[in-house]
């Protein structure tokens, strides 16, 4: 792999990183898929920063899962759901948004959890 290469590909994985951890708090930004991206620009590109995402207790276990199962497990699911619940009714009772803007976010919420929902489930 070229220096170019690698260079991209560790720093889309820390973009994806990033969006993952945002998603976590932002209903709409789907939080699995963006650290499974991570973790596979990371193991192409750098095999000290891949072992970091699976071994930290904020990321790894969902990584693990996926690179060992290809799923996410049910309760990964159900947290995700009741996270994006709070924070769309966070947004609904206090965001100052106009209705359209409300509107927006709560349909980036649905398409977030219809992406979760999707993924293939282990038990």
């Given at each position: 792999m070229t220096r170019f290469k690698?260079?991209?590909?560790?720093?889309?994985?820390?973009?994806?990183l990033v969006l993952g951890i945002i998603g976590i708090f932002l209903p709409g930004l789907p939080t699995t898929p963006l650290l499974i991206l991570s973790s596979y620009f990371a193991?192409?590109?750098?095999?000290?920063?891949?072992n970091f995402l699976l071994s930290s207790?904020?990321?790894g276990p969902v990584l693990r899962d996926w690179q060992e199962h290809r799923g996410v497990r049910q309760r990964a699911k159900w947290h995700a759901?009741?996270?994006?619940?709070?924070?769309?009714?966070?947004?609904?009772?206090?965001?100052?948004?106009p209705f359209?803007?409300?509107?927006?976010?709560?349909?980036?919420?649905?398409?977030?959890?219809?992406?979760i929902w999707r993924l293939p489930t282990i038990s």
């Amino acid at each position: 792999m070229t220096r170019f290469k690698k260079a991209v590909f560790i720093l889309l994985a820390s973009l994806f990183l990033v969006l993952g951890i945002i998603g976590i708090f932002l209903p709409g930004l789907p939080t699995t898929p963006l650290l499974i991206l991570s973790s596979y620009f990371a193991a192409r590109s750098s095999p000290r920063f891949h072992n970091f995402l699976l071994s930290s207790k904020l990321v790894g276990p969902v990584l693990r899962d996926w690179q060992e199962h290809r799923g996410v497990r049910q309760r990964a699911k159900w947290h995700a759901t009741v996270l994006v619940a709070i924070a769309l009714g966070i947004v609904a009772y206090v965001s100052p948004l106009p209705f359209y803007g409300q509107a927006l976010v709560f349909l980036l919420g649905f398409i977030g959890l219809c992406v979760i929902w999707r993924l293939p489930t282990i038990s």
